[in-house]
């Protein structure tokens, strides 16, 4: 699940931020698809109380965050 848009993700970062460090992008994504991840275990092993979708808009606001500092 973590790679499915690895390449992607990695080729659109370098377009937009071409003044990156070559290993910025490859960093970035491991970050946001580790913590990614880790939101995902913790929302399961507290119950999924939280909808899918309050999960899903939770880490679409962080992930975005987190590009937003590294691709300006």
Known sequence: MIYILHDRSIEAWREQAPQNNVHTPE????FI???SAAAI???VQNGMTQSPEEVAAF???ATR???RSFLE
């Not at 960093?27 to 491991?30: I, R, T």
């Open 27 to 30: 960093a970035l994504y491991s």
């Open 59 to 61: 880490i679409d606001k």
């Open 33 to 35: 698809s580790s913590g």
């Open 41 to 43: 275990k913790e929302w």
């Open 65 to 67: 965050s987190v590009e």
